[in-house]
Nanobody
Framework: QVQLVESGGGLVQAGGSLRLSCAAS????????MGWFRQAPGKLREFVAG????????NYADSVKGRFTISRDNAKNTVYLQMNSLKPEDTAVYYC?????????????????WGQGTQVTVSS
């Protein structure tokens, strides 16, 4: 099994920044594409960002493009989400997910493993 643990969430004012981390178990982290998703109360889980298993390819939701950056350090079995210029509409629980293919996708349906999530709250 693959276990994922998110951290780095918290309360921040609009315009501020946070960096989320996702620590993965095992020695085969580089065999998985990774993604970040988020879910606000009463809303469906939505794609935020994805990264290929070596980190050479990334993709982003239009709503976060230019503000968020996904990266990974396979030596540390960790994927990151740097979030800048945060907006109140970014408020959600953020989830890390792993996909057993080379490239990420924007569909939550494609991912095999999920973390428990970390809360991000952006105040006005």
């Amino acid at each position: 099994q693959v276990q994922l643990v998110e951290s780095g969430g918290g309360l921040v004012q609009a315009g501020g920044s946070l960096r989320l981390s996702c620590a993965a178990s095992g020695r085969t982290f580089s065999s998985y594409a990774m993604g970040w998703f988020r879910q606000a109360p009463g809303k469906l889980r939505e794609f935020v960002a994805g990264i290929s298993w070596r980190g050479g390819s990334t993709n982003y939701a239009d709503s976060v493009k230019g503000r968020f950056t996904i990266s990974r350090d396979n030596a540390k079995n960790t994927v990151y989400l740097q979030m800048n210029s945060l907006k109140p509409e970014d408020t959600a629980v953020y989830y890390c997910a792993a996909k057993s293919t080379r490239y990420s996708s924007s569909s939550s349906y494609d991912y095999d493993y999920w973390g428990q999530g970390t809360q991000v709250t952006v105040s006005s």
